[in-house]
């Protein structure tokens, strides 16, 4: 459809219908001028060989992103590292944004794909907010704010034949490449060992046929090339490998993370390669080689699993976003499209063809596009301004039909935590590596996930973490399996300090059976209130909901601050290929969505409530023979 006739569908609608005056609370607090960026002080993390925790945020973007700056942001990546540190900021609509707590690392991960371009075109505006946007939003008309909105998306927000024409100018080149040397340089600037680490990284964004097979690419050091390989220099994945591995031959150490395998109709973790073909070892070397961790939880939906791969898991609806990003908004293939199955994937190329091509770790991380890391449920700013930049956008009211309202499917999510021996670059990398890593959906749960054969005298008293090192591994490591009895599991979970109290915990098995097919069973080893008693038969009971919807709260007088056990799986089998990851829910909480509504007077729509959760990677146990 051209964009005269869009025009056309655009004004039919909007003379077609009335709407009344809302107040987008938020403006109310909005500045003008420059925020004041100090960062709260910090003492050094010191070094501990029983790892410390640490939090972070590896997908974030900036007005050097092409998307991000034509939606409206205009912060850099020093406020985004700001931001991270615990400074406060000017979001895209003039008023400060700062999180509850500082992250102890993170990265800016902006698009390479037309890096910086944008921003160039757009001259001496280059740092103006949208002052439109913002008068509008202000004037609490949602005729007037919907055709601006929508004559923006129309005419300002190119498509990609467009950008491939304007952005992708050969003599553009020089100021992609100047916006990477801002990114490194930032990135420098803002790394302080010990206090907070920073890590120079892009996106590689791939997108055949609307389908996501997007990588965030991290490097250790300050050894990075000139300018980064992109999708303009090939959508396939094997490719990117290839590159990276061309660069770790120079010196380069480096790794990439998939995100959003749930919106990539099934193509991030395929049984076929990119064109189509069987795996092969070498595939699944490569792949792990390059790939140990995969984002599964952020703003655009959680990868853990589906309903339909997993309908026995009462847990696997979680914050689903299963359609293309696309405007036809067809549905996204699960099979292929989420962490689990990948998981099960893998373990039957392992039993059948002595090759695993999915053996990654899991972390969250947010991809804001506002500079920020807005994972925060009762303190949400949206991930794209001019579309959810404040509650009145979310919740529909600066709109005329829902048919152009944003995507209410974003939620408020999340973020990677590293078991790591200090807060410097090296440290964290190796953890990377070694897949000691999860993701959280943006609570602060601690949790720690052990199975060895060395635990029979093990209780989980003052010294603990020493002997699980010793007599077994971590989250992310491996087990050969032995003839006499199951391994131990050791789960080890607490709250977030300013967050809800836990529900359960859970071991999710993976196996593959006799006849080389994947099965995968959700066990519920601890939970909170003595349910786990209670339960019986009929399994255990749920934990209650504390939720006033109308205030946008909720209570700690159910559940537990703290949850521990150690299980032995009584149906395990030493000849099965297998592996288990750990999983903490917590009681329900308000979702930002019934924040919102409080603060716009409406009702809230469903969910109304959500149970935050952290999912660790995996131990995979090594069967007999």
Same mark, same amino acid.
């Given at each position: 459809?051209?964009?005269?006739?869009?025009?056309?569908?655009?004004?039919?609608?909007?003379?077609?219908?009335?709407?009344?005056?809302?107040?987008?609370?938020?403006?109310?607090?909005?500045?003008?001028?420059?925020?004041?960026?100090?960062?709260?002080?910090?003492?050094?993390?010191?070094?501990?060989?029983?790892?410390?925790?640490?939090?972070?945020?590896?997908?974030?973007?900036?007005?050097?992103?092409?998307?991000?700056?034509?939606?409206?942001?205009?912060?850099?990546?020093?406020?985004?590292?700001?931001?991270?540190?615990?400074?406060?900021?000017?979001?895209?609509?003039?008023?400060?944004?700062?999180?509850?707590?500082?992250?102890?690392?993170?990265?800016?991960?902006?698009?390479?794909?037309?890096?910086?371009?944008?921003?160039?075109?757009?001259?001496?505006?280059?740092?103006?907010?949208?002052?439109?946007?913002?008068?509008?939003?202000?004037?609490?008309?949602?005729?007037?704010?919907?055709?601006?909105?929508?004559?923006?998306?129309?005419?300002?927000?190119?498509?990609?034949?467009?950008?491939?024409?304007?952005?992708?100018?050969?003599?553009?080149?020089?100021?992609?490449?100047?916006?990477?040397?801002?990114?490194?340089?930032?990135?420098?600037?803002?790394?302080?060992?010990?206090?907070?680490?920073?890590?120079?990284?892009?996106?590689?964004?791939?997108?055949?046929?609307?389908?996501?097979?997007?990588?965030?690419?991290?490097?250790?050091?300050?050894?990075?090339?000139?300018?980064?390989?992109?999708?303009?220099?090939?959508?396939?994945?094997?490719?990117?490998?290839?590159?990276?591995?061309?660069?770790?031959?120079?010196?380069?150490?480096?790794?990439?993370?998939?995100?959003?395998?749930?919106?990539?109709?099934?193509?991030?973790?395929?049984?076929?390669?990119?064109?189509?073909?069987?795996?092969?070892?070498?595939?699944?070397?490569?792949?792990?080689?390059?790939?140990?961790?995969?984002?599964?939880?952020?703003?655009?939906?959680?990868?853990?699993?589906?309903?339909?791969?997993?309908?026995?898991?009462?847990?696997?609806?979680?914050?689903?976003?299963?359609?293309?990003?696309?405007?036809?908004?067809?549905?996204?293939?699960?099979?292929?499209?989420?962490?689990?199955?990948?998981?099960?994937?893998?373990?039957?190329?392992?039993?059948?063809?002595?090759?695993?091509?999915?053996?990654?770790?899991?972390?969250?991380?947010?991809?804001?596009?506002?500079?920020?890391?807005?994972?925060?449920?009762?303190?949400?700013?949206?991930?794209?301004?001019?579309?959810?930049?404040?509650?009145?956008?979310?919740?529909?009211?600066?709109? !005329?039909?829902?048919?152009?309202?944003? $995507?209410? =499917?974003? /939620?408020? *999510? #999340? @973020?990677? &935590? +590293?078991?790591?021996?200090?807060?410097?670059?090296?440290?964290?990398?190796?953890?990377?590596?070694?897949?000691?890593?999860?993701?959280?959906?943006?609570?602060?749960?601690?949790?720690?996930?052990?199975?060895?054969?060395?635990?029979?005298?093990?209780?989980?008293?003052?010294?603990?973490?020493?002997?699980?090192?010793?007599?077994?591994?971590?989250?992310?490591?491996?087990?050969?399996?032995?003839?006499?009895?199951?391994?131990?599991?050791?789960?080890?979970?607490?709250?977030?300090?300013?967050?809800?109290?836990?529900?359960?915990?859970?071991?999710?098995?993976?196996?593959?059976?006799?006849?080389?097919?994947?099965?995968?069973?959700?066990?519920? !080893?601890?939970?909170?209130?003595?349910? $786990?008693? =209670?339960? /019986?038969? *009929? #399994? @255990?009971? &749920? +934990?209650?909901?504390?939720?006033?919807?109308?205030?946008?709260?909720?209570?700690?007088?159910?559940?537990?601050?703290?949850?521990?056990?150690?299980?032995?799986?009584?149906?395990?089998?030493?000849?099965?290929?297998?592996?288990?990851?750990?999983?903490?829910?917590?009681?329900?909480?308000?979702?930002?969505?019934?924040?919102?509504?409080?603060?716009?007077?409406?009702?809230?729509?469903?969910?109304?409530?959500?149970?935050?959760?952290?999912?660790?990677?995996?131990?995979?146990?090594?069967?007999?023979?």
């Amino acid at each position: 459809m051209s964009i005269l006739s869009r025009l056309f569908v655009l004004v039919a609608m909007l003379v077609s219908v009335a709407c009344s005056k809302f107040e987008d609370a938020t403006l109310s607090a909005a500045v003008n001028g420059k925020v004041d960026a100090a960062v709260p002080e910090r003492a050094a993390i010191e070094y501990n060989p029983d790892r410390n925790l640490l939090w972070g945020d590896l997908h974030v973007h900036t007005a050097l992103s092409y998307d991000a700056f034509t939606v409206g942001t205009r912060a850099m990546p020093d406020d985004a590292y700001t931001y991270m540190k615990g400074g406060t900021i000017q979001h895209a609509f003039g008023y400060p944004i700062r999180a509850h707590t500082p992250l102890d690392f993170g990265a800016v991960t902006d698009h390479v794909e037309y890096l910086g371009v944008p921003r160039y075109l757009a001259g001496e505006d280059r740092d103006a907010l949208d002052q439109q946007a913002i008068a509008l939003l202000k004037e609490g008309s949602a005729l007037k704010y919907s055709a601006y909105y929508l004559y923006r998306i129309f005419t300002q927000m190119a498509s990609a034949e467009t950008r491939e024409e304007t952005f992708g100018r050969d003599d553009l080149r020089g100021v992609s490449e100047s916006a990477w040397q801002e990114i490194v340089d930032a990135a420098e600037r803002h790394n302080h060992p010990g206090h907070f680490t920073t890590f120079i990284a892009y996106e590689w964004s791939s997108m055949p046929n609307e389908r996501n097979l997007h990588r965030n690419v991290i490097y250790e050091s300050t050894n990075v090339p000139d300018f980064p390989f992109s999708s303009r220099d090939s959508e396939n994945p094997e490719d990117l490998w290839r590159a990276l591995d061309k660069q770790r031959a120079a010196g380069m150490s480096v790794l990439a993370i998939p995100h959003n395998g749930n919106v990539s109709g099934g193509l991030m973790y395929s049984d076929r390669t990119f064109d189509g073909e069987p795996l092969t070892a070498d595939y699944a070397a490569m792949r792990n080689r390059n790939e140990p961790l995969t984002e599964i939880f952020q703003i655009k939906g959680s990868s853990e699993t589906h309903p339909q791969l997993s309908p026995k898991d009462p847990f696997a609806g979680f914050e689903i976003m299963d359609t293309i990003m696309s405007t036809r908004g067809e549905p996204s293939q699960p099979r292929g499209s989420y962490a689990r199955d990948a998981l099960r994937t893998g373990l039957e190329f392992a039993h059948s063809e002595q090759f695993n091509p999915y053996r990654f770790g899991v972390i969250g991380s947010s991809d804001s596009h506002n500079a920020s890391s807005p994972v925060e449920e009762d303190n949400y700013h949206g991930k794209l301004p001019l579309l959810d930049g404040t509650p009145a956008q979310r919740s529909g009211q600066a709109f !005329v039909s829902d048919r152009i309202a944003p $995507m209410k =499917a974003y /939620g408020a *999510a #999340g @973020l990677v &935590a +590293v078991w790591a021996e200090e807060n410097t670059r090296e440290a964290i990398f190796r953890a990377m590596q070694r897949k000691e890593t999860y993701a959280t959906s943006g609570p602060r749960i601690v949790l720690r996930f052990f199975a060895g054969w060395g635990y029979s005298q093990l209780q989980l008293e003052p010294g603990w973490l020493a002997a699980a090192y010793a007599g077994g591994v971590p989250m992310g490591g491996t087990l050969t399996a032995a003839e006499d009895g199951s391994p131990t599991f050791v789960v080890v979970a607490s709250r977030d300090p300013i967050g809800a109290n836990l529900d359960r915990l859970q071991i999710i098995k993976v196996w593959v059976d006799s006849d080389g097919r994947s099965q995968e069973k959700v066990i519920d !080893v601890a939970a909170s209130d003595n349910r $786990m008693s =209670a339960g /019986g038969s *009929a #399994g @255990l009971p &749920a +934990v209650g909901s504390t939720v006033d919807v109308d205030q946008a709260a909720y209570s700690n007088t159910i559940g537990s601050p703290e949850l521990t056990v150690i299980w032995k799986d009584p149906e395990y089998d030493p000849s099965q290929e297998a592996l288990y990851y750990a999983r903490a829910i917590e009681i329900p909480t308000p979702r930002y969505s019934t924040y919102d509504a409080k603060a716009m007077s409406v009702e809230a729509p469903e969910p109304t409530a959500i149970q935050e959760r952290a999912v660790s990677s995996a131990i995979w146990i090594a069967p007999t023979g």
